[in-house]
């Protein structure tokens, strides 16, 4: 009976070789405070100089997630304490982020294309990190400085369930933008939720921002959970109290951390040693040729235009390398449903097999395109086709250079197969004799025989028409 | 325009007679908190052609990074911290062949009027010891005064350079917004302030101006100069409607207008209706970027620390209580009250606006006039602890010097005579990138008034 009303806070941490406002290397579990310099550890008097890829990259988001984007983007401070954060106060984008207004097309959890509006994408630099050790707390600031991309979108999202499947889709879009690895589980995706209910028709109620959440699934279970807690609530006539909850993973509830009454503010004032930022003509030319066919527009086209199924479609466009292999192969082997077939299930063998990603492994797109048009002229028959797939991981050679040296091209031809099968009459004599006085059960031997003297090379019609033929 | 004073060419190699004369003098005055005459030059390497500052020594604001030497800030939250690195202005000396000698006092973080907020030590006046030398750069004006160097970096967020200078009776020179990087500038209020150059020679001002002058990679604010015709300036504007100066200070200014129009140049007078918005705007940014710009210092990563804390938040709040002198603590809380939200408007966002009304009245003087005349500061130096000015006083005295930075104009205090036997400032503010129209004039001025030495300095020891 109440409706849960979800938006998400997203940051990603941008793939740039250095940090947002200094060259020190942005480079994940290296050994703490060697990738720092007086910059990013907030000396006095050092100032901070734009990364301007990481700001192509937050353009990059912003356009592709249908904002509209700024042509004259600045910093803000944003101040608050804390001991990982060198300067103690956040160089951020308030007044005039990257990207207002867009908008993005999901898949939901029940399959239906939903659209989820983005209130605005921002840059921002991450903090350090702070370690309890008994008595004792420690700070790495490896990673102060990060660029981070905060994308946060309106609360449009109405489950636990569908903002997990949004979740999904939106780490697939910055991976196939090539602007994060979107990992959540080494912290270069984090997202806070917002969550409220209300009864059909009302308002918007009182939200409660949710923190701490480094799964998908945690997501989908706080917002769960919230709904419920919530709901009790305004069962029993209790007020729901705007606050910050952390999830506790440990026993799936989430905890009360602070109320409003404790918010902070951060005080926003325009960053003043960062002029403002204006696109020019060649910032645009790369932000648009940094531009992708998105993965759920790509699905659609891929799954239409070869035919395939939802699950197969799921599959081929999961990631920007899987899809540009299976389109590859799929238009050069003119078979894209095969293709995807191949690459659910014999590829995956294979892969887990010799322990490999798609990327790594010795398969290509010509490569599996060549096996399947071998297969589909008849040159070879699927077991056949089965062991050089096999043969292209472990050799790292061309089906076709496999088949040949291997002599395991299929037998097609008559003038190829007469003379084996007139072998094989030979050495059975007494059941061709036995056949063509009518007991024609034993005409299965024979295949057998035929099939057995060529490796199972032999087309099965082939053998068929032309024992048909002999036997009269 | 003269060279560098040959004199101080034959620094290094009449250092003890140098040590001589030094070490008594900066008993007297104490422009230095960190004072290393004796260390070889530490001038950079370079085309000797491309060194126009061969063999010069130069003093420091300690609020400026020199790699190996201290950089405290006058605050006992930095009294320990050795800087990592060089400043832009202070490695471009250097490869110009200057070489550092000294870190000088300056009020804490650069605030206050008079270097007696400084944590770390007390400097007096060269001229008369039981006065200031201004402030905040009091220190490298001191040090300049008592002829201890022949120039000295200091920082100009309202008027740093140009009071201690016109107190002390030296030349100031605060440039164009963005043309000196503040790349190693420990930053106070970031979009106010700029290096600066105080010297008794005025060609050196300029000499040290173009050796370290122009963009830097690690400031994305600084700049190239722009290019602005030359031409001779004819025109001066003075202030039709000065008042509340001191009377030594208003006999000096009223000579000095005799002067210019002896040299020729017309005044013009002309008001500046913002004028008496200045200050409070000045205060509301200055204290607001303060407030951020301070709160790296706690205690974590560098700077005072207390010897246990309970947890982090307990050692940082130890830390700024414990490090920080009350001025800078008055403007930190000042800066967090005009930041906070809700307010923003009724103060910051309205000191912004008082800030572009004063720059376009400024561009309605310069429509009027090649350069704007005032005094520098309305009284000569006062003596120490001095109750007759209060802080609130000192600070809407800023008013004549505040107004360039807002604006992000160069300005240029020039000795202009005494009174009462202690020197008084006069400034020239002329528009952006216009720096030549401020030394022309003050050249043109000295051939009149020759610039006082301080008694019992001398350049004795070169010989």
Same mark, same amino acid.
């Given at each position: 009976?109440?409706?849960?009303?979800?938006?998400?806070?997203?940051?990603?941490?941008?793939?740039?070789?250095?940090?947002?406002?200094?060259?020190?290397?942005?480079?994940?579990?290296?050994?703490?405070?060697?990738?720092?310099?007086?910059?990013?550890?907030?000396?006095?008097?050092?100032?901070?100089?734009?990364?301007?890829?990481?700001?192509?990259?937050?353009?990059?988001?912003?356009?592709?997630?249908?904002?509209?984007?700024?042509?004259?983007?600045?910093?803000?401070?944003?101040?608050?304490?804390?001991?990982?954060?060198?300067?103690?106060?956040?160089?951020?984008?308030?007044?005039?982020?990257?990207?207002?207004?867009?908008?993005?097309?999901?898949?939901?959890?029940?399959?239906?294309?939903?659209?989820?509006?983005?209130?605005?994408?921002?840059?921002?630099?991450?903090?350090?990190?702070?370690?309890?050790?008994?008595?004792?707390?420690?700070?790495?600031?490896?990673?102060?400085?990060?660029?981070?991309?905060?994308?946060?979108?309106?609360?449009?999202?109405?489950?636990?369930?569908?903002?997990?499947?949004?979740?999904?889709?939106?780490?697939?879009?910055?991976?196939?933008?090539?602007?994060?690895?979107?990992?959540?589980?080494?912290?270069?995706?984090?997202?806070?939720?917002?969550?409220?209910?209300?009864?059909?028709?009302?308002?918007?109620?009182?939200?409660?921002?949710?923190?701490?959440?480094?799964?998908?699934?945690?997501?989908?279970?706080?917002?769960?959970?919230?709904?419920?807690?919530?709901?009790?609530?305004?069962?029993?006539?209790?007020?729901?109290?705007?606050?910050?909850?952390?999830?506790?993973?440990?026993?799936?509830?989430?905890?009360?951390?602070?109320?409003?009454?404790?918010?902070?503010?951060?005080?926003?004032?325009?960053?003043?040693?960062?002029?403002?930022?204006?696109?020019?003509?060649?910032?645009?030319?790369?932000?648009?040729?940094?531009?992708?066919?998105?993965?759920?527009?790509?699905?659609?086209?891929?799954?239409?235009?070869?035919?395939?199924?939802?699950?197969?479609?799921?599959?081929?466009?999961?990631?920007?390398?899987?899809?540009?292999?299976?389109?590859?192969?799929?238009?050069?082997?003119?078979?894209?449903?095969?293709?995807?077939?191949?690459?659910?299930?014999?590829?995956?063998?294979?892969?887990?097999?010799?322990?490999?990603?798609?990327?790594?492994?010795?398969?290509?797109?010509?490569?599996?395109?060549?096996?399947?048009?071998?297969?589909?002229?008849?040159?070879?028959?699927?077991?056949?086709?089965?062991?050089?797939?096999?043969?292209?991981?472990?050799?790292?050679?061309?089906?076709?250079?496999?088949?040949?040296?291997?002599?395991?091209?299929?037998?097609?031809?008559?003038?190829?197969?007469?003379?084996?099968?007139?072998?094989?009459?030979?050495?059975?004599?007494?059941?061709?004799?036995?056949?063509?006085?009518?007991?024609?059960?034993?005409?299965?031997?024979?295949?057998?025989?035929?099939?057995?003297?060529?490796?199972?090379?032999?087309?099965?019609?082939?053998?068929?028409?032309?024992?048909?033929?002999?036997?009269? | 325009?003269?060279?560098?004073?040959?004199?101080?060419?034959?620094?290094?190699?009449?250092?003890?007679?140098?040590?001589?004369?030094?070490?008594?003098?900066?008993?007297?005055?104490?422009?230095?908190?960190?004072? /290393?005459?004796?260390?070889? &030059? $530490?001038? @950079? +390497?370079?085309?000797?052609? =491309?060194?126009? #500052?061969?063999?010069?020594? *130069? !003093?420091?604001?300690?609020?400026?990074?020199?790699?190996?030497?201290?950089?405290?800030?006058?605050?006992?939250?930095?009294?320990?911290?050795?800087?990592?690195?060089?400043?832009?202005?202070?490695?471009?000396?250097?490869?110009?062949?200057?070489?550092?000698?000294?870190?000088?006092?300056?009020?804490?973080?650069?605030?206050?009027?008079?270097?007696?907020?400084?944590?770390?030590?007390?400097?007096?006046?060269?001229?008369?010891?039981? /006065?200031?030398?201004?402030? &905040? $750069?009091? @220190? +490298?004006?001191?040090?300049? =005064?008592?002829? #201890?160097?022949?120039?000295? *970096? !200091?920082?100009?967020?309202?008027?740093?350079?140009?009071?201690?200078?016109?107190?002390?009776?030296?030349?100031?020179?605060?440039?164009?917004?963005?043309?000196?990087?503040?790349?190693?500038?420990?930053?106070?209020?970031?979009?106010?302030?700029?290096?600066?150059?105080?010297?008794?020679?005025?060609?050196?001002?300029?000499?040290?101006?173009?050796?370290?002058?122009?963009?830097?990679?690690?400031?994305?604010?600084?700049?190239?100069?722009?290019?602005?015709?030359?031409?001779?300036?004819?025109?001066?504007?003075?202030? =039709?409607?000065?008042?509340?100066?001191?009377?030594?200070?208003?006999?000096?200014?009223?000579?000095?207008?005799?002067?210019?129009?002896?040299?020729?140049?017309?005044?013009?007078?002309?008001?500046?209706?913002?004028?008496?918005?200045?200050?409070?705007?000045?205060?509301?940014?200055?204290?607001?970027?303060?407030?951020?710009?301070?709160?790296?210092?706690?205690?974590?990563?560098?700077?005072?620390?207390?010897?246990?804390?309970?947890?982090?938040?307990?050692?940082?709040?130890?830390?700024?209580?414990?490090?920080?002198?009350?001025?800078?603590?008055?403007?930190?809380?000042?800066?967090?009250?005009?930041?906070?939200?809700?307010?923003?408007?009724?103060?910051?966002?309205?000191?912004?606006?008082?800030?572009?009304?004063?720059?376009?009245?400024?561009?309605?003087?310069?429509?009027?006039?090649?350069?704007?005349?005032?005094?520098?500061?309305?009284?000569?130096?006062?003596?120490?602890?001095?109750?007759?000015?209060?802080?609130?006083?000192?600070?809407?005295?800023?008013?004549?010097?505040?107004?360039?930075?807002?604006?992000?104009?160069?300005?240029?205090?020039?000795?202009?005579?005494?009174?009462?036997?202690?020197?008084?400032?006069?400034?020239?503010?002329?528009?952006?990138?216009?720096?030549?129209?401020?030394?022309?004039?003050?050249?043109?001025?000295?051939?009149?008034?020759?610039?006082?030495?301080?008694?019992?300095?001398?350049?004795?020891?070169?010989?």
């Amino acid at each position: 009976m109440y409706q849960t009303v979800v938006g998400l806070e997203i940051h990603i941490h941008l793939n740039t070789k250095s940090k947002a406002f200094c060259s020190c290397l942005a480079e994940f579990g290296d050994e703490p405070n060697t990738n720092v310099c007086p910059v990013c550890l907030g000396y006095p008097g050092v100032l901070p100089v734009l990364n301007e890829e990481a700001l192509t990259q937050g353009y990059t988001v912003a356009r592709a997630l249908g904002c509209n984007l700024s042509q004259r983007t600045l910093f803000d401070r944003k101040n608050y304490f804390y001991p990982d954060m060198p300067k103690n106060y956040q160089i951020t984008q308030f007044h005039d982020p990257v990207g207002r207004d867009g908008k993005i097309e999901f898949q939901a959890h029940d399959g239906t294309i939903k659209t989820i509006r983005i209130h605005d994408v921002h840059l921002e630099e991450d903090a350090g990190k702070m370690i309890h050790a008994g008595d004792m707390s420690l700070c790495d600031y490896n990673r102060a400085g990060y660029s981070l991309l905060e994308v946060v979108t309106e609360p449009d999202l109405t489950s636990g369930e569908d903002a997990e499947a949004f979740l999904l889709s939106f780490q697939r879009l910055v991976r196939y933008l090539g602007v994060s690895d979107g990992n959540m589980d080494e912290g270069s995706m984090k997202c806070d939720t917002n969550v409220s209910i209300r009864k059909a028709g009302e308002p918007l109620g009182t939200k409660v921002e949710i923190k701490n959440l480094n799964s998908t699934r945690f997501i989908k279970k706080a917002i769960e959970f919230e709904t419920k807690r919530q709901a009790t609530a305004l069962e029993t006539n209790q007020r729901i109290v705007q606050e910050t909850r952390l999830w506790n993973e440990n026993r799936d509830v989430t905890e009360s951390m602070r109320s409003k009454e404790g918010s902070l503010d951060y005080r926003y004032f325009p960053e003043p040693d960062i002029p403002p930022f204006l696109p020019d003509a060649a910032f645009w030319a790369a932000v648009e040729s940094r531009q992708v066919e998105l993965p759920l527009a790509r699905k659609h086209r891929l799954t239409a235009a070869f035919g395939l199924s939802r699950e197969q479609g799921d599959f081929v466009a999961e990631s920007r390398f899987m899809a540009d292999f299976f389109e590859q192969a799929a238009k050069e082997s003119g078979n894209g449903l095969a293709v995807a077939n191949w690459l659910m299930g014999d590829v995956q063998k294979e892969l887990n097999h010799f322990n490999l990603s798609l990327e790594a492994s010795p398969l290509t797109p010509f490569r599996l395109a060549q096996l399947q048009k071998l297969l589909d002229s008849g040159r070879i028959h699927i077991k056949i086709a089965k062991q050089l797939l096999d043969a292209v991981f472990e050799q790292n050679k061309d089906p076709e250079v496999v088949m040949r040296e291997k002599g395991l091209e299929a037998i097609t031809t008559e003038e190829q197969l007469s003379p084996i099968v007139d072998k094989v009459f030979e050495a059975h004599a007494t059941v061709v004799e036995a056949i063509k006085a009518g007991d024609a059960r034993q005409k299965g031997f024979l295949v057998g025989q035929v099939m057995k003297a060529t490796d199972g090379r032999a087309a099965p019609a082939l053998v068929n028409s032309l024992l048909a033929k002999r036997l009269g | 325009m003269s060279d560098a004073p040959s004199p101080w060419k034959s620094f290094q190699a009449k250092k003890e007679a140098y040590l001589a004369y030094a070490r008594p003098w900066e008993k007297k005055v104490g422009s230095f908190l960190t004072f /290393r005459p004796e260390a070889p &030059s $530490s001038a @950079g +390497s370079g085309p000797s052609g =491309a060194r126009p #500052l061969e063999g010069l020594p *130069f !003093g420091v604001k300690d609020n400026i990074a020199v790699r190996d030497f201290p950089l405290t800030c006058g605050s006992k939250m930095l009294a320990d911290l050795v800087s990592p690195y060089d400043a832009t202005v202070v490695a471009r000396a250097k490869a110009a062949g200057a070489s550092v000698i000294g870190k000088t006092n300056l009020d804490e973080f650069g605030m206050g009027s008079s270097t007696e907020n400084s944590a770390l030590g007390k400097t007096s006046n060269p001229w008369d010891q039981s /006065r200031v030398a201004g402030g &905040s $750069s009091g @220190g +490298s004006a001191a040090a300049v =005064a008592a002829g #201890l160097v022949p120039f000295a *970096f !200091g920082t100009d967020t309202g008027g740093s350079v140009r009071q201690p200078a016109g107190f002390c009776g030296v030349y100031g020179f605060k440039p164009t917004y963005g043309v000196l990087s503040r790349y190693g500038l420990t930053a106070y209020a970031s979009s106010l302030e700029t290096p600066g150059i105080l010297a008794k020679d005025l060609g050196l001002v300029k000499t040290v101006f173009d050796a370290v002058k122009g963009r830097d990679p690690h400031d994305q604010t600084s700049l190239d100069p722009e290019s602005q015709p030359v031409r001779p300036v004819k025109t001066i504007a003075v202030l =039709a409607d000065l008042a509340d100066l001191d009377p030594g200070v208003k006999a000096v200014y009223e000579q000095t207008l005799v002067h210019l129009k002896a040299l020729g140049y017309t005044l013009v007078p002309v008001t500046l209706p913002t004028l008496e918005y200045a200050v409070p705007a000045y205060y509301t940014i200055a204290t607001a970027e303060a407030s951020a710009n301070l709160a790296r210092f706690n205690g974590i990563r560098y700077g005072h620390r207390p010897v246990y804390a309970e947890n982090p938040e307990h050692l940082v709040r130890q830390s700024r209580t414990a490090g920080f002198g009350n001025e800078v603590k008055t403007r930190i809380m000042l800066g967090t009250y005009v930041l906070r939200s809700g307010f923003q408007d009724q103060f910051y966002t309205k000191a912004q606006k008082v800030r572009t009304l004063i720059s376009n009245d400024l561009q309605k003087v310069f429509d009027q006039a090649d350069l704007l005349l005032t005094p520098t500061f309305p009284v000569p130096a006062f003596v120490h602890g001095d109750k007759t000015m209060t802080e609130f006083q000192q600070k809407l005295a800023d008013k004549f010097t505040v107004t360039a930075n807002l604006a992000g104009v160069p300005a240029l205090s020039f000795p202009a005579g005494l009174a009462g036997g202690l020197p008084v400032g006069m400034q020239f503010t002329a528009p952006a990138f216009c720096e030549a129209r401020l030394f022309e004039a003050a050249a043109a001025f000295a051939t009149r008034v020759p610039v006082a030495d301080c008694p019992g300095t001398s350049l004795d020891w070169s010989k």
